[in-house]
Each structure stands twice: as structure tokens, then as C-alpha cells.
């Protein structure tokens, strides 16, 4: 009963997003009927109302385990922890996509509720936009991916979820990259309606701002986290792997982060008007392009679970309408927006600019780099391209992002001198002239990029901070502590990526009970490996003890674990973290004559990757505070800095 | 001109959605087939691996005859699965030789005495380095090499029972 009421629901909402995007054109067509724009709004919140109660229905499904939904039998298991069984909701190709599509439905309800700054036309064009986003994504649940199916005659249990996936990260990963994804959707929203009403100016920038914030926040979130679940949950040692689904949610990051600069020159200086339109119609490309890489599995990766070309299409004709017209829409009314202010070359308007174009390069790279196996696949050739093309392509680039990131706030608006700019930078100049000189004495045998990265992250960390300079602090509004934290964050998570790859020590050792083994400091022991029963798997527990110097010993304890249903074999590492990095252990399989390879991973200072990247997204939601606090009930051009 | 400019991300869109249309018809297969096949056996002498069967060389693999090279080792554990396969294979008159990878001779006679001997020659691949030059990546992987010692077919992980047909064929292709 339940299913049959959330599909009936699902539909009822699919046709409110199509009054929804209808009642939006004609509004714009007939502006002399005010009714028809009026009632946009309350359709846009019914839809959003609707779809969220088709999503809570799925939960419930899912949390009491009603076998006789088809989705449920595939991804579920009686058996199986509370929060899995919530989680799997979404860990799936039909839950994920109703996920995604009552997310944006919410969002159109939030900006039907809450926009009251930009002109009543924009906003309606907005929301027409919205709704004929939200209908695709309708029509592919309904057509082609019903969460609510029936199976008959209804089996005793269900399969299970994949074991990798059955992880306290996985309930909030997934949602946390979707609220992202559906930021940038109505980022493209907002960039679609201002320009059929050529309203491009420091207003929508406004509107727009806080949703590209709140999306880049949720995007930096969730690129941590899961960097984070991959590092310990695939017991690789590694925290970033280039892997093709890694990179479709750094991609949308990178535009967004771009975005969210040129969103704040568009709103403060009225400059960019052309090029932020751009980045809100990429940006959102990118979200798309990301699903589209997860869901249709062209890709090898470990999140592409289910494999399926139909979907894919799917996914691939509604980016293919939504971006073609939307950059259709571009090339035909950009030429008629007004240009924007003009600034100097040396100016914080410019260094924004530099920020976008390092920006945008990195995003080039790991773009073509993500697709070029495809293009050699059809060339008829098989490669795979990972950390020799990615890290000193991207990395290079990133270095010279972060240096333009440490000067951009140590400029003026409009204009500065040279000289001024470099007297403000001469403190962190110095700073990171004085470790590059440090390194190389002290370490010489560490690679150019780590080198070079741990002096960058030097100067950042002392340049993020450069703006509170002389400044009165309790007077410094909260968005630009925000941005010095964000800034900070960024300076932080480098020297932990520069330290980790620049003194990371590896063992992979064959161990007998008794035996011990020497990794970096440490000293470790496998103590004994016995079996261990959990919940719905068994495993082979090895309890290691490591000791650095003379120090205290401490107990790891690595598992190789077996589950049930469905049968598969993961490995859960043992990770130890002290205050200044983590030890890292992985039981492997028996070697038949008594040992165990185990591998071993000292990783100084490699909890700086993750702290940076929780202070970035900190620093993004001050700035979110301190906007929406500043901007409160206000349609007046605004003061102050960015 | 700038004109033409403002269609140009549309352009460079529609060749991405290219791409990505091109992707989807031919999804990715998964494995990565070694560039050798077709190409002569790389040049090697391998030592015993252990004292009962003598050692392995490019030139045990061109007398004219059609071998099976087995790429195994004792700590793997799919290599033990296709031991009764490779068995039955020499009995069917199929010459077999193993490299065993990154193997000590004591394990090897223990792995031969466990589960079963196929091999005419062993050659021991300490450090894997032959196992490279054939295009091989993993234990166990099987090459059909015809009489001039030339690679005919690459098998990638342990030999199962259905296997056995098409392995046959490449070796009768190959006299």
C-alpha cells in the first residue's frame, strides 16, 4: 500500500513540475497577466512537498524490509543494521535518482518561499527552470527506474547491500554530494532565468550566491568524506586515487569554486556578467556529467555498481537538452546583456579572474583526462591514466591557484599599485622562500612536488591570514573570517597531501604469530589472528602491537572480513591515529605456511588533508551566516568587502 | 568574430557529449589483453624452480611443437583451483611448462606434491621480470605458444573446465 501511495505521489508531483514549467513560460509570455506568474510559486512548493513524501514512503520501505518491493529485495536484508537498511535507500540506482529529484524539489520550494530579491520575472523564469529540470528526472523514475515496483510472488529475503558500501559514511555521503549537485542545479536555474529576462546584474549574483555557497559547502563535504571512506575503507593507503568517480565530484567543485568568486565580483563590482552566466551553466554540466559517469558505469570504478546503458542515455539525452539549450540560450541573448563594470589588470577583480582561469585549467585536466580512455577506446586502444598524468598536471597548476588565492584578498577592488600589492605579500613571499631553502637542506631527497608544495602551503598559511592584518577583529564581518578560515583550510590540507606523499613510509611483509616488523618509527608485532563473528560477516582478526622508540605499546586490529550475503571478501584496516599522523594496517591473506602478509603504512601528518578540508567547508558556511545575516531583507547595491 | 565565439562552448559541448555517446556504446571490457599475443615469446632463461624438473628457456618454446605456458605460483590460491584442469590437459597429450613467480623451491616441491604435477619444465621467475616481457599482470595466466615460439592465445586467471575447449582449439590451430 505504501509503495502503490508513493508512486502515486511521484506522479502527482511529476505533474506539478510540468504545470509548474508551463505556467513559468506563459507567465513570461503574457506579462500582462499577473495570475499566471503568481501561481508558480505555490505549485513550485506543492511539488517539493509531494516528492519528499515519496521519499520518506521509500524509507520506510526500506527500514521495515518489505520484500515485496523489488528494489528493496535487491538492495536490502532483513538482517542487516538499521542505518544500512536507511542508507540503502539510496545506495542504489532508483533510490538515488529520487533522492536527487526531492532535493531539487525541495530547493525549488526553498527559493518559491524564500527569493524576494531579484525581479518577480527573473524569479519565475527561475522556476520554470527548475521544472523542467525536475521533469526529466521524473520521467526517467517513472519510465525507466521505478523505485516502487512490485516483485511476485515476494521472495523470503533480500540480497544484501554491497559490503563496501555498509559503512556509517555511505548514510551521509551520497545525500551530502547530491545537496551539492542540486545547488549547481539551481545555480543554472537562476543563470537560465536572468538571461531570458537579461537580468544579468549584481542582484541575481545576490540570489544566486548563498545556493552556489550552501552547494560548494556540501561539495567540499562530501569530496572529504568520501576521500576519507576510500582511504579506510578499500585499505589501498591511499586518500585520492584519480579514480573516475572521484573526479566527477571534484570536477563540479572546481567549476563551483570558480563560481562562487565570480559570483562575488558579478554582486559586489557588477563585472563578469558574461563569464559567471558561463560558470553557473558548467558547473551545473558537471554535477550531470558526474552522475552520468556514476550511474551509466562507462567507466571502471568501485562505485559503479550497477551497469547499465539504458540509463545511461537517459542521463546523457537530459544533459544533452538541458546544457544544449542553456548554451543555445547563451550564445543567442549574451550579446544583448550590457557589459559589466571594467577594473585594472593589477586589482582584486583581476586576481579573481586569475583564481577562475588556474581554476578552469585543473578542471580542463582532469577532465580530458577522465574522458581520454574513452576517446582511446574508440581509437581501438586500451589505456588508463592516473597519478604520473594527474598529479604534476593538476598539481603544478594548483600551486600557482593557491599563490593567486594568498594575493587576490591582499588586494584592492578596482585598482591597486604593484608595489603596495608586493609590500602586503612580502611576509609570505619570505615565509615560503625561507622553507624552500629549509627543504632542501634538511631533506634533499623529497620530490619537486612535494617540495614545492609543503613551501606553498607555507606562504598560504601565512597569507590566508595576511587580511586580518591590522584589523580590528571584532569588527571584521564574519564573511571574510570565513573566507581567511576557507583560505586556511586550503594552506592546511596541502602540507598534509605534500608531508604524506614527501615522508609516507610502506612495508608489506610476510608475518608469523610472534614475528615483528619495522615501518618508519614504529615497531610492530603480530600478536596472534583469530576469528571474530559480527553482525552479518565472520572474519580473520589480526591483533598487532606497535610501539615507536621506547614509547607505549598500542594495540591494531585489522580484519579481513567475509560477508554473507552477498558472499564477498573486504578488508578492514586497522588505523591508529597520534598527533602527528596515523599508522595504517591491513591484514592480508594467509601464506599458507603459517604467515600473513601484512602491509603497513606511517602516514606523518596525513590527518591535515581531511582537517583542511572540514576548515574550507567551516569557513564556506561563515561566509553563508555572514551573507544571508548581512543581506537580510536588503535590495540595496551592498558595501563592504568580499 | 565574437559572434562565432559565444557558440563556441556549445561546440565544445556537443564534441564532450561525443564522447561520452561514443562511451556508452562501447562500454569498457574490463580486462587488459597483453599486447604480445601474436607476437614471438619474449627471450629468457629461467633456472630451475625446483631440482626434479629442469629449467626454461625462449628455445624449449620453438621445437616445432605447440606448448601450453603456465604462469603460477605456490602461494596462489586460484592456481591450485586449475591444477585438476591442467592434470587432465596432459593427459590429453598437451605439453605443459610453468614459470613459477617470485617462488622458493621448497614451496614449489610442496605445491607439486599437494596438488599435482602437469609440468614438463618449471622455470623460476624470482622477480617477475619474465612474467612482464609476456604481458602478464596476474597468477595464474596461461599462453598458448605454437612450434616457431610464437604467442597464440593469452588465458587471464586460472583455467576452469568450460575453458578447456577453446584451449584445445588454439593449440590444434597451432600446429
Not at chain 1, 520521467?139 to 559490503?163: K, Y
Not at chain 2, 602461494?75 to 611448462?97: D, F, N, S, T, Y
Not at chain 2, 609476456?134 to 573446465?161: M, N
Amino acid at each position: 500500500m505504501i509503495a502503490e501511495l508513493g508512486l502515486g505521489v511521484l506522479w502527482l508531483a511529476a505533474g506539478l513540475a510540468v504545470l509548474q514549467a508551463v505556467l513559468g513560460g506563459l507567465a513570461l509570455r503574457f506579462p500582462d497577466r499577473p495570475d499566471l506568474g503568481q501561481a508558480v510559486r505555490p505549485v513550485a512548493i506543492a511539488q517539493g512537498v509531494l516528492v519528499s513524501f515519496a521519499m520518506l514512503a521509500l524509507i520506510y520501505l526500506f527500514l521495515v524490509s518489505d520484500m515485496s518491493v523489488k528494489l528493496v529485495v535487491a538492495n536490502s536484508h532483513s538482517e542487516k543494521p538499521w542505518l544500512y537498511k536507511f542508507a540503502g535507500t539510496w545506495g542504489n540506482h532508483e533510490g538515488s535518482m529520487l533522492l536527487w529529484v526531492a532535493i531539487l524539489a525541495v530547493a525549488g520550494s526553498g527559493i518559491a518561499l524564500l527569493e524576494r530579491r531579484v525581479r518577480p520575472d527573473t524569479l519565475i523564469a527561475t522556476l520554470m527552470a527548475q521544472g523542467f529540470i525536475a521533469l526529466g528526472f521524473y520521467a526517467f523514475l517513472l519510465f525507466s527506474s521505478n523505485p516502487f515496483e512490485r516483485v511476485s510472488p515476494a521472495p523470503q529475503d533480500g540480497n544484501g547491500l554491497n559490503p563496501l558500501l555498509q559503512d556509517p559514511g555511505l548514510a551521509f555521503h551520497p545525500p551530502t554530494l547530491y545537496l551539492g549537485y542540486v545547488g549547481m542545479s539551481v545555480a543554472f536555474s537562476f543563470a537560465v532565468g536572468a538571461l531570458l529576462t537579461r537580468d544579468v546584474g549584481p542582484a541575481f549574483a545576490r540570489a544566486m550566491r548563498p545556493w552556489v555557497l550552501g552547494a560548494w559547502v556540501f561539495l567540499t563535504l562530501g569530496i572529504t568524506a568520501g576521500s576519507y571512506w576510500a582511504y579506510y575503507e578499500l585499505g589501498w593507503g591511499g586518500w585520492w586515487f584519480w579514480d573516475p568517480v572521484e573526479n566527477a565530484s571534484l570536477m563540479p567543485w572546481l567549476a563551483a569554486t570558480a563560481l562562487l568568486h565570480s559570483v562575488t565580483v558579478l554582486a559586489t563590482r557588477d563585472s563578469l556578467r558574461a563569464w559567471t552566466v558561463m560558470l553557473a551553466v558548467v558547473a551545473f554540466s558537471m554535477s550531470m556529467v558526474g552522475t552520468f559517469l556514476v550511474r551509466s558505469g562507462i567507466l571502471t570504478s568501485v562505485h559503479a555498481f550497477a551497469v547499465d546503458p539504458e540509463r545511461g542515455s537517459f542521463i546523457l539525452a537530459l544533459l544533452f537538452i538541458y546544457v544544449g539549450a542553456a548554451l543555445t540560450l547563451f550564445a543567442l541573448r549574451i550579446g544583448t546583456v550590457r557589459e559589466g563594470t571594467q577594473f585594472e589588470p593589477v586589482s582584486r577583480e583581476a586576481a579573481l579572474v586569475l583564481n577562475n582561469l588556474f581554476l578552469t585549467v585543473i578542471l580542463g585536466v582532469v577532465l580530458i583526462g577522465t574522458l581520454y580512455p574513452l576517446i582511446a577506446q574508440s581509437m581501438g586502444q586500451q589505456i588508463s591514466i592516473g597519478p604520473p598524468y594527474f598529479n604534476p598536471a593538476a598539481g603544478s597548476v594548483a600551486l600557482l591557484l593557491i599563490i593567486a588565492m594568498v594575493a587576490g584578498p591582499l588586494m584592492r577592488w578596482r585598482r591597486d599599485g604593484l608595489a603596495a600589492v608586493a609590500k602586503r605579500m612580502a611576509l609570505p613571499l619570505a615565509l615560503g622562500l625561507v622553507v624552500i631553502v629549509l627543504i632542501r637542506l634538511m631533506a634533499p631527497q623529497i620530490g619537486l612536488l612535494p617540495w614545492l608544495g609543503l613551501s606553498v602551503a607555507a606562504l598560504a598559511a601565512a597569507g590566508s591570514v595576511a587580511p586580518l592584518w591590522k584589523r580590528n577583529l571584532r569588527r571584521t564581518p564574519l564573511f571574510t573570517w570565513g573566507m581567511v578560515v576557507a583560505h586556511l583550510g586550503v594552506a592546511i590540507a596541502l602540507a598534509g597531501m605534500a608531508t604524506d606523499s614527501a615522508f609516507m613510509k610502506e612495508k608489506l611483509v610476510a608475518l608469523g604469530e610472534g614475528e615483528a616488523t619495522q615501518v618508519g618509527p614504529f615497531s610492530v608485532r603480530l600478536v596472534d589472528v583469530t576469528p571474530v563473528i559480527g553482525p552479518n560477516w565472520t572474519a580473520l582478526q589480526g591483533r598487532m602491537s606497535a610501539q615507536r622508540g621506547s614509547g607505549a605499546a598500542f594495540e591494531l586490529l585489522p580484519q579481513a572480513r567475509n560477508y554473507s550475503s552477498p558472499p564477498t571478501d573486504t578488508s578492514e584496516a586497522a588505523i591508529s591515529t597520534l598527533w602527528n599522523g596515523q599508522l595504517y594496517a591491513v591484514l592480508g591473506k594467509a601464506n599458507g605456511d603459517g604467515r600473513w602478509q601484512v602491509r603497513l603504512w606511517w602516514k606523518p601528518w596525513v590527518t591535515l588533508i581531511w582537517l583542511g578540508g572540514a576548515l574550507i567547508a567551516f569557513g564556506g558556511v561563515l561566509s553563508l551566516i555572514g551573507r544571508l545575516w548581512r543581506e537580510r531583507g536588503l535590495a540595496t547595491p551592498e558595501s563592504g568587502n568580499a | 568574430m565574437r559572434k562565432i565565439l559565444l557558440w563556441a562552448p556549445l561546440m565544445v559541448f556537443a564534441l564532450l557529449a561525443g564522447v561520452l555517446l561514443r562511451g556508452l556504446q562501447s562500454p569498457e571490457s574490463g580486462t587488459v589483453p597483453s599486447k604480445m599475443v601474436g607476437r614471438a615469446a619474449p627471450d629468457f632463461v629461467l633456472p630451475a624452480a625446483v631440482p626434479s624438473h629442469p629449467g626454461l628457456a625462449r628455445a624449449d618454446l620453438a621445437r616445432g611443437k605447440p606448448v601450453l605456458v603456465n604462469i603460477f605460483a605456490s602461494w596462489c590460491v586460484p592456481c591450485i583451483a586449475e591444477m585438476p584442469v591442467l592434470l587432465a590437459l596432459k593427459r590429453q597429450g598437451v605439453e605443459i611448462h610453468g614459470i613459477a613467480i617470485r617462488d622458493k623451491p621448497e614451496d614449489v616441491a610442496a605445491f607439486l606434491r599437494d596438488h599435482g604435477d602437469p609440468y614438463a619444465r618449471i622455470g623460476s621467475d624470482v622477480s617477475s621480470q619474465v612474467q612482464i616481457s609476456f604481458g602478464s599482470s596476474g597468477v595464474p595466466e596461461s599462453f598458448v605458444i605454437d612450434g616457431s615460439g610464437k604467442i597464440r592465445l593469452q588465458h587471464i586467471g586460472d583455467i576452469q573446465q568450460d575453458d578447456v575447449p577453446e584451449i584445445l582449439a588454439a593449440l590444434k590451430a597451432a600446429q
